[in-house]
């Protein structure tokens, strides 16, 4: 009997104690919906082709810039070779 009330006040104590929150909070009913939302776009076939795109654009153009740069580097020829601006 003894250690059962033990048992009951340690197990008080460490949910009392501060920044113990409880394992399931209540979300506002928005932020399930806006939650949901962004899921359900996130999963779409037309999100994960507009995603390859953008990556795909992203490595193709570095590629052809790290390729450029590497060429200027490389021309040391030129007497402006320790000068490289950088723009677009």
Known sequence: MKSQIMLIKSL???SAKPGNTAPHKAHSP???IVSKEMADHIRSWRFIVLFLLIVLTFLASMYVSLGNLKQAMGNTSDPDHIFYILSY
């Open 12 to 14: 008080s104590l460490k």
């Open 30 to 32: 928005f932020w399930v």
